[in-house]
């Protein structure tokens, strides 16, 4: 351990294998089972390097905004982000108003933390009633209920406290002395 890192997680040491513990459901499955890039899911957790930020393409599937959303007549329409002048990412500080300059980003996890990451820990988390920190418009109710029922059990509790540590480390990619 050094000053810069007072503890040493990080994602490709310790939150990617997570993803390919077997026997996460009743088939055996592990996360990349279903989560690889066959596209059965829009998330993709293989281990891969991606060309674009040279990261590993689960860590940057997991933390880069995988949607944008315009908010017009009280209604959540994606966009692509190239028609925004203003990005605006969860938690929001404000209530969003009609707006055709700001849109708002969706993104599974964050690194300001846990807390900003409730998209990713509210898959998990059957029964609980974390509605103010959600943010997924392309969802109805009785879709986020199936998709808690699907996974609910997957990952322990000390698992889900690892990455929500994690994230509130910042969501280091991989060795803390690395660049990667």
């Not at 509210?122 to 943010?135: R, Y």
């Not at 509130?168 to 060795?175: C, K, L, S």
């Amino acid at each position: 351990m050094s000053g810069d890192c007072p503890a040493d997680i990080n994602y490709k040491d310790h939150i990617k294998p997570l993803w390919e513990v077997a026997a996460r459901d009743e088939d055996g499955n592990s996360c990349v089972d279903c989560h690889d890039n066959r596209g059965f899911t829009s998330l993709n957790l293989k281990d891969v390097s991606s060309r674009v930020s040279g990261n590993l393409a689960s860590y940057d599937a997991l933390l880069n905004v995988s949607a944008s959303y315009m908010y017009l007549s009280a209604v959540y329409s994606p966009v692509d982000s190239e028609h925004c002048r203003r990005e605006v990412s969860a938690p929001f500080s404000l209530e969003p108003e009609s707006d055709c300059f700001s849109c708002y980003d969706q993104s599974l996890m964050n690194i300001k933390g846990a807390l900003s990451s409730a998209n990713f820990f509210d898959v998990f988390a059957l029964g609980q009633d974390d509605e103010q920190w959600l943010f997924r418009p392309q969802f109805t109710e009785q879709e986020r209920i199936e998709m808690r029922e699907q996974h609910s059990e997957m990952l322990s509790s000390p698992e889900l406290k690892l990455i929500a540590e994690w994230l509130d480390m910042g969501a280091v990619g991989g060795a803390c002395n690395s660049a990667d």
